[in-house]
């Protein structure tokens, strides 16, 4: 079992950042996939990036240039930094954790999820 809770959300303006933690228990994240999904009130759940347990990444079209996510295997912890944030990007976002380590955009193959952090982008 992993448990993941995040950290670091909260109210910014548009053009400002932000960087979301996920913390991971129960087991090391090492040979985990980890990726980050967001939705927003009436939207469906939405792919937003994801790094497989070799640091490779993967990023959703509207966020690539603007965020990145790294891995700290020995903090067992994982990061998404938000730069230039936009009101679109207001979500509450969840970490996820693969058992097969790959960086699915798919929500289904991650086992595991953190219960959200609120971001509020406002213009």
């Known amino acids: 079992q992993v448990q993941l809770v995040e950290s670091g959300g909260g109210l910014v303006q548009a053009g400002g950042s932000l960087r979301l933690s996920c913390a991971a228990s129960?087991?090391?994240?090492?040979?985990?996939?980890m990726g980050w999904f967001r939705q927003a009130p009436g939207q469906e759940r939405e792919f937003v990036t994801a790094?497989?347990?070799?640091?490779?990444?993967l990023y959703a079209e509207p966020v690539k240039g603007r965020f990145t996510i790294s891995r700290d295997n020995a903090k067992n912890t994982v990061y998404l930094q938000m730069d230039s944030l936009k009101p679109e990007d207001t979500a509450v976002y969840h970490c996820?954790?693969?058992?097969?380590?790959?960086?699915?955009?798919?929500?289904?193959?991650?086992?595991?999820w953190g219960q959200g952090t609120q971001v509020t982008v406002s213009s």
């Open positions: 996820a954790a693969d058992p097969r380590g790959y960086s699915s955009t798919d929500y289904r193959t991650y086992n595991y």
């Open positions: 129960g087991r090391t994240i090492g040979s985990l996939g």
């Open positions: 790094i497989t347990w070799r640091g490779i990444t």
